[in-house]
């Protein structure tokens, strides 16, 4: 199959425009998605495509729409709603949580939920506190939401066809700062399993086990250590919900030692499960605590000298690395 | 008579069914609560039938619903089994979730009823989304939530309105303005009227008896003849009243007892009985006949219900996923 | 004259020293923007100056405000210093927030400003609960909520408003219908009316030409005196423009030429700069000569702050908690 | 100090009639609080003595309520705001988050969030999926905000009145099952710190770190496993933020063995980041490895026969640490 270098935002649009023209039933629910196509150009050319019917242009009413994508995705629709930053999920939790979560077990699999949240995330810009959070954590601890969190453009596809395709709502994070990034995307049908983690590269002494933008940043550092004679392993967890445990564990039964790394919060996140994951299930093959690398906790800083400080970041890593070859 | 149609004995007697079991499942839930029979908290309907199946006698099958906490009433009046009804309420598998819902949370895809809801509001954008899907399909059915007056405070509903004004979405509002929520007076927590709530998208709005059946019955009827011509949204307030206070064993010591009074002689049950006399489409003894045939129906599909299983330990993660 | 209140020399001169002092510093961020020295988005206040002007004209100087995204003229009508406003919106520390909030996290206790705020319609509660804290302290102070058309269709904004009216809390709730939200024209999302959307809880509503900064004050001191004896909230609906569109760099592709140049026609500086000399209260050149000394002052500002340190990392986790 | 035997529920109105006593500017804003007492009782003769202008009975709005009660904060009250299950602060996430956890921040110490919001969380009394929760988790997440969850009556009421003094918005977690539990309170005043952990009971082969009503499962899992001869310590972790990592860590690192407890969902919840805490600081020191319990991954379901399953037990409790004890 040939294959083109496409940007992460260019290719879930390819996933949007290619899974409307196979299902009538899908549609996108958001702010400013139609004629404007979207503050990021992330839905350009499909309501011309698809129309004002299917490209649902909304008011600012974040927690309706996503109840009513839930109502909608009840009764027979596909709606892919756009939150416009991840820091507004906040505004749809109680829907997302107590509604779209629960349906299919409360009513016995009668109801399902095919819903999808995309959202954009992350530091970069200079947008400030309320603009710039990575909330993702908070999704991935209630049971019954499946949340993925692709690296790269080829798995941005494959994801979000997976998920539009999928019975379950899932929450879709995207990355800001991936979405102009460039890489291989294949062309025709290109679908990525939800539930599965890749090992991205190869390696020998230490697992990083990296979500979302952050595999971009181990995949530096793992060959930068390369040069210093540290073989770095990188695993992408892909999906938080379902998390592929064996991949990641294999990984660092492999190596021994593993650094975990997330752009969220630090405290009560993401890393603090998979470090807890590692450390028990993996207990008897660590030669090396596991370590943990995340944003601090402080609110998002807007200033342009302050920004980069909660962004994890390669020096940050690869002295976690270092620390992790050296301590014993 | 309040509705254009003519009060037939079939119709009437249909109508008056259906409160009457409504009835009767409630005060049986009641005795159950009390006895300790049934998990958890209960809301009870009794005192508002009239709102269910006067709504519910103006759908087709299709159409879908959305209810609340206080909702038994409207699962019946839309066709749900009694005996699974009862069954989820007492937490058996036999029940509409398997026994993990609960009163609050029966959901039958068969009588697309898309749920009893615990979170107050909750159901009101899931008839607007299912509006949404009836819109954009081209489909004939529409989308009705049933909700209460202290929902109307909640601001997901404002924007629910505001949306399905817009687009002209095929749903029906109908507020229970049974005066209360808990324990807290409505005036006392509610600015402007419940009326002017929906009207301020431009939304028609018939303010109505809720405890007379056949007015609900033609304000709906008028609404859902709108809904499906493609004219959007109503908003239907129903007047009415909960005889059993907030939660089955809710003693209501905040209630005034003068009013109380006043609005028990308004029961929906009795009024149409006395008119369907009055109108010479049914004499006193058949009804109290049919009352008590019913009461004995629902007391059967209550042991029934009992007799049932609890849900085994292995099927706690059961439909988690697909 | 649409006041009662007489229009002076004095009077007149400070509203279009304040008017025009907003659009010196708006016009001198985009600049700055463009120029790629201003971090971040930044949402300029340029056209609707009157709003912000008329509305603090009619203010104590304990009167708390709330503001959105489109902040800067709110900041500056209520006294901030155009140093550290400046700052802010560089990043520096020297500005409000030490350069950790920017442009739409400006928050001032000296000028009771508790926010311009990133969040759509997040500022309506603060104020409504500033507004609570004053009736409960018996303070004679009141609270001003400043939002865009666009919030209207927040359901909090409606939860807000209802209890406003139900507690008669002195909040003044300002909206600055600029017709359009981001993109999107108001007509295109919002059902129903602006000044409908309070009504509805029985809270008196002006509507009123949001580019008259005459108009504005007039509206806003009769709100402002029926708060204060505590007759409770009302809701100023100004009718206005946003000359540079969503954000400082926004091409406005999405918007009608002809309608915008209607719009620049009515430009409020312009238009209070015209009466002032019709009534003889100023000459133009006087005024030309103002609005001059104004825009060297506010390129002073700008200069100081852009010379001024950006935080340290050291400072990452100060005022974090207490 | 005399002490006498308080319920929590009690131990809570107490802390709150004290301070409001103490100081007027102190209001409780809530649904159904006043007149009525709350649905627990738990505001019970409070308007009697403070009247409606201090026990605020509200409309059904939750996001306005929290909206509200920082703004009231902000311009000096010392609001308490109830939500009256736990369930529903996803309603009330945005205000919480994009607002109260971030004003003193963005305002450089500026301005201050004097907020207490108190919440009814956990399974009990089969309530179902939309009343059965706890998700202290993702307030943990949020740097800004300040998180407290007692699990006894003394600390109920201590950990309140110090919330209520303190300068930050603190959300209080009380679990329904532990209202009517009687324990031993002080007459007179009684503040227990914020973010101070306590050694509930001394062990020495394996640490129980619980969280809330926890940790009476583990003192009781101790008492049993005295009987077999292992000596459990029990630590209750009382506040999430801060966390008092320096307690946690000096008992595993006594210990050496280290399971921990907690009752809200166990994917990405909080029992991830304090095990992975101790497995990376104490990792020396362990001689098994960090062990956790919580809730299973699903909604929380309503039958008599299921409901249980979702608690974490004692004797679930007691196999993890004879597990810890026995494998090597
Ligand atoms: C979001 C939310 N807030 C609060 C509650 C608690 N609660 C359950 S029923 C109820 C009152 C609802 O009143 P109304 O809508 O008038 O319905 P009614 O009970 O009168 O039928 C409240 C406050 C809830 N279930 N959900
Ligand atoms: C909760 C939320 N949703 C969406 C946005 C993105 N956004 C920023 S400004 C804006 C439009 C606001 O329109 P309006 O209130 O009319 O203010 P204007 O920009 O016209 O002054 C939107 C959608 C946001 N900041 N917050
Ligand atoms: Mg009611
Ligand atoms: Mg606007």
């Known amino acids: 199959m040939a294959e083109r270098q496409v940007t992460f935002k260019d290719a879930v649009l390819e996933a949007l425009a290619e899974e409307m023209r196979a299902d009538p039933s899908v549609v996108l629910i958001g702010e400013d998605i139609g004629a404007a196509g979207g503050v990021f150009l992330q839905t350009k050319g499909l309501f011309e495509e698809f129309g004002a019917s299917r490209v649902i242009d909304t008011p600012i009413s974040e927690s309706a729409i996503v109840g009513m994508a839930i109502g909608a995705a009840m009764t027979g629709l596909r709606p892919v709603v756009e939150i416009m930053f991840g820091d507004f999920i906040t505004l749809g939790m109680d829907q997302l949580v107590n509604q779209a979560a629960k349906v299919r077990y409360m009513s016995a699999g009668g109801f399902t939920v095919p819903l999808v949240l995309r959202t954009a995330i992350g530091v970069g810009g200079n947008l400030g506190p309320q603009h710039s959070q990575s909330l993702h954590a908070w999704v991935a601890h209630v049971p019954g939401l499946k949340v993925v969190m692709p690296s790269n453009a080829a798995d941005a596809k494959g994801l979000m066809k997976a998920a539009i395709r999928d019975g379950d709502p899932v929450v879709f994070f995207e990355s800001r700062s991936s979405y102009n990034t460039k890489g291989p995307v294949s062309d025709g049908e290109h679908v990525v399993p939800i539930g599965k983690a890749a090992v991205t590269r190869e390696g020998r002494n230490v697992s990083i086990v990296a979500v979302g933008a952050m595999v971009g940043v181990a995949l530096q550092v793992a060959e930068r250590l390369a040069g210093e004679d540290i073989s770095v392993e990188v695993v992408d967890v892909r999906s938080l919900v379902p998390l592929d445990e064996g991949t990641i564990l294999k990984s660092v039964k492999k190596t021994s030692r593993a650094l975990v790394l997330d752009a969220g919060y630090a405290q009560f996140g993401v890393t603090g499960e998979i470090a807890a994951l590692i450390a028990e299930q993996a207990f008897d093959w660590l030669d090396a605590p596991v370590m943990r690398l995340a944003a601090p906790n402080v609110p998002i800083p807007f200033s342009r000298t302050l920004e980069p400080l909660v962004i994890p970041s390669r020096d940050q890593a690869a002295a976690k690395v270092r620390e992790l070859m050296g301590t014993r | ?322």
Chains 1, 4 share one sequence.
Request: proline content about 3%; some cysteine; charged content about 20%.
């Open chain 2, 1 to 322: 008579m309040t509705t254009n149609e003519k009060l037939t004995g079939d119709f009437g007697l249909s109508l008056y069914r259906g409160m009457v079991t409504i009835r009767a499942f409630e005060e049986r839930v009641r005795s159950l609560s009390a006895a300790g029979q049934v998990p958890g908290l209960t809301h009870l309907y009794s005192g508002q039938e009239a709102v269910a199946v006067g709504v519910s006698s103006a759908l087709q099958p299709d159409d879908a619903i959305t209810s609340h906490h206080r909702g038994h009433g409207h699962c019946l009046a839309s066709g749900a089994d009694p005996v699974r009804l009862m069954a989820e309420i007492l937490g058996r598998t036999a029940g509409y979730g398997l026994g993990r819902g609960g009163s609050m949370h029966i959901l039958d895809p068969a009588t697309r009823n898309l749920g009893t809801n615990g979170i107050v509001g909750g159901g009101v954008p899931l008839a607007t989304g299912a509006a949404l899907t009836a819109k954009t399909l081209h489909a004939s059915w529409l989308a009705v939530a049933f909700f209460g007056d202290g929902a109307m405070n909640q601001g997901i509903v404002f924007e629910c309105m505001n949306m399905a004004a817009l687009w002209k979405l095929p749903v029906l509002y109908v507020c229970e303005n049974n005066h209360y929520g808990e324990f807290t007076r409505i005036d006392d927590v509610t600015a402007g009227t419940l009326a002017g709530r929906a009207a301020v998208f431009g939304i028609p709005v018939a303010e109505i008896d809720g405890m007379d059946v056949l007015a609900v019955h033609a304000a709906a009827q008028d609404a859902v003849a709108r809904a499906r011509e493609g004219q959007g949204p109503s908003l239907l307030v129903c007047d009415t009243w909960r005889f059993s206070g907030h939660h089955a064993g809710d003693k209501q010591s905040y209630k005034d007892d003068a009013e109380a009074k006043n609005w028990a002689a308004k029961c929906p049950i009795e009024t149409l009985g006395r008119r369907l006399v009055a109108n010479k489409l049914a004499d006193a003894d058949s009804l109290s006949a049919l009352r008590k045939t019913i009461e004995a129906d629902i007391a059967a599909v209550a042991e029934q219900a009992r007799a049932m299983p609890e849900p085994a330990s292995a099927s706690l993660e059961d439909h988690l996923h697909g």
